[in-house]
Nanobody, 121 residues
Framework: QVQLVESGGGLVQAGGSLRLSCAAS????????MGWYRQAPGKQRELVAS????????NYADSVKGRFTISRDNAKNTVYLQMISLKPEDTAVYYC??????????????WGQGTQVTVSS
């Protein structure tokens, strides 16, 4: 059974830092590009950052450029989101998402369960 499990969320003061992790588990053949999304209360889910399958290409939402860094470790099937200079408006549930080709289910779109990030002012 393939799963994406996020960790690293929490409560931090404005200006602080957090590092989110998202690990894929299961009998996996390949993992496509990966993305971090977030959803604040009453708002639509938005793409925060994405990274190509090899890690050589990244993209960021304008609101997080220069503060967030996405990276991945393909040996560990894990993607990270390093967040610095956090602002109260970064408060949201953060989700990772990717396409995974695995034994059994074939190629499917997977979402993590979400991890809460709360930034206090």
């Amino acid at each position: 059974q393939v799963q994406l499990v996020e960790s690293g969320g929490g409560l931090v003061q404005a200006g602080g830092s957090l590092r989110l992790s998202c690990a894929a588990s299961g009998t996996i053949f390949s993992i496509s590009g990966m993305g971090w999304y977030r959803q604040a209360p009453g708002k639509q889910r938005e793409l925060v950052a994405s990274i190509s399958s090899g890690g050589g290409s990244t993209n960021y939402a304008d609101s997080v450029k220069g503060r967030f860094t996405i990276s991945r470790d393909n040996a560990k099937n894990t993607v990270y989101l390093q967040m610095i200079s956090l602002k109260p408006e970064d408060t949201a549930v953060y989700y990772c998402n990717t396409l995974i080709r695995a034994v059994g289910p074939g190629t499917r779109d997977y979402w993590g369960q979400g991890t809460q990030v709360t930034v206090s002012s």
